[in-house]
Nanobody, 124 residues
Framework: QVQLVESGGGLVQFGGSLRLSCAASGSNFRINAMGWYRQAPGKQRELVAGITSSGSTNYADSVKGRFTISMDNAKSAVYLQMSSLKPEDTAVYYC??????????????????WGQGTQVTVSS
């Protein structure tokens, strides 16, 4: 079993910056990819940014040039550096991980995990 623990949310003014962190813990696993999603009140959850274990990244158009995702494979952690924040970035941000779990000598089982969510509020 794997757990994702997030940190770093909070209240920030328009134009400010925040850094979100998410670390995976458990045993006998390998991270294939990690990402950040967000969900604002009354809206669907959307992908903000994603990164593979090899370092390939992708971003939502709305955050390109403002947000940067990075991964520390040794720490099984992913980070989201958010700059030039806008009120429309206000949402609960969720960490997501695509993980291979190794049970004995068989093929790994791929599972999807979510963090508990962290609130980001940008005031105008």
């Amino acid at each position: 079993q794997v757990q994702l623990v997030e940190s770093g949310g909070g209240l920030v003014q328009f134009g400010g910056s925040l850094r979100l962190s998410c670390a995976a813990s458990g045993s006998n696993f390998r991270i294939n990819a990690m990402g950040w999603y967000r969900q604002a009140p009354g809206k669907q959850r959307e992908l903000v940014a994603g990164i593979t274990s090899s370092g390939s990244t992708n971003y939502a158009d709305s955050v390109k040039g403002r947000f940067t995702i990075s991964m520390d494979n040794a720490k099984s952690a992913v980070y989201l550096q958010m700059s030039s924040l806008k009120p429309e970035d206000t949402a609960v941000y969720y960490c997501n991980a695509d993980i291979s779990l190794y049970y004995g000598l068989g093929n790994p089982v791929v599972e999807d995990y979510w963090g508990q969510g962290t609130q980001v509020t940008v005031s105008s």
